[in-house]
């Protein structure tokens, strides 16, 4: 794992090397990789570094921010040709950090200090109201998804049965030869830290065990479509459903599960139609499940959808890296599993986990209501789920 480095580095460290300067930020869920490659870059490039995260147990408060940044800014005088970095890690729980960061981002901008500074933050909904209230004009943002199949083969060399069953976690990657302590990891470290510290701790819940049981809910029915009302008809709580849409956004914002809208040609049209849940790690899923990999691939219902959560992961993925829009559709009993939309293309997207010859009279009815739409058949005789994960998005939407 050590020589694997993502894709994603080479376009920061091209920014960071350049004279002009923006606040680099680096967003994205936990176990994403966001420090080691940021730690990478910089130390790639030359120049000093200070890395300092507000993860770590003693109370941060904006002051922190000053005095890391003062103690970078000395690192930058010493080296005036090359400057330095500043890393920022977790920054979004220091409250406040927006105003800080703008504060002395402006002081160096007007005495033409070379520190170039790096924030990173694993929830992106936080991150994003503090640039919009306060660094606007100042920043840069890149985000990261989970691993894709292609990257997990190569440092890990996951099989794609292994890809789907044990998703897209690279801290979880060496213990899969131990499946209970592999979940219990992913139970433990990633899920129940990533609720707890990032979604419950940062932003106001009035209902946490509603948030989690959603949670439990997206799980378990990844892949199919289910109303607000139905869904509190499942949850058996008093909320309301703009409650829960809240919440569905918040889980999708910490990379975990999200509501895919139905398409309708129309962004206002889709925001009011009933979400199709979908989670953003296959890891989540089987999980939840607890199966093991040979009762999940006998469970020829339950592999089906995981088969289907993993394609609309790869494409949700690059859908929170701003690379396209996600939706999916459904007319009367007609259905396709995903529309994907970038600037004025449109391409439906069929997934399909058995190798005969289905119907596709959704995609049909689809490309009948919605002239010039791209179609796009994943398995069955299409093109072969590993190949359709192994290469990015684009290249599908492209090709």
Partial sequence: MAAFVRPHARLLRKRLAEPRRFIQVITGPRQSGKTTLVRGV?????????????????????????????????????????????????????????????????????AGHRLKVVVLGSAPLLIQRGLSESL???????????????????????????????????????LITEPERWARYVADSLIETTISRDVLLLT????PA???????????????????????????????????????DLLAGAGMILGLQ????????????????????????????????KEAKADQPFWGRLVESAAGAHLANAAAAGECELYYWRERNREVDFVVRTGRTVTAIEVKSGRRRESLAGMDAFAASFKGARRVLVGGDGIAL?????????HWLTA
């Fill in 42 to 110: 910089a130390e790639s490039l030359g120049a000093p570094v200070r890395y300092t995260s507000a993860d770590e147990p003693a109370l941060r408060d904006r002051g922190w921010i000053d005095e890391q940044w003062n103690a970078a800014r000395i690192g930058a005088g010493e080296d005036r040709r090359r400057g330095a970095v500043l890393v920022l890690d977790e920054i979004q729980k220091v409250p406040g950090w927006s105003e800080t960061v703008k504060r002395l981002w402006d002081e160096d901008t007007r």
């Fill in 136 to 174: 606007a004009g100042r920043f840069e943002v890149l985000r990261l998804p989970h691993w894709s199949y292609a990257e997990m083969r190569e440092a890990f060399g996951f099989s794609l049965e292994e890809y789907l069953f044990y998703g897209g976690y690279p801290g979880a990657a060496g």
């Fill in 204 to 207: 106001r819940v009035d209902k």
């Fill in 210 to 248: 509603l948030l989690r049981r959603l949670f439990d809910l997206g799980c378990r029915y990844s892949g199919q479509t289910l109303s607000y009302t139905k869904m509190l008809g499942q949850l058996q709580d008093a909320g309301n459903t703009t409650t829960l849409a809240h919440y569905v």
């Fill in 262 to 293: 139905k398409y309708a040609g129309s962004a206002a049209r889709s925001r009011g139609s009933m979400p199709k849940l979908q989670v953003l790690n296959t890891a989540l899923m089987t999980v939840q499940s607890k199966l093991s990999l």
């Fill in 386 to 394: 590993g190949e359709f994960l192994a290469k990015p998005v684009v």
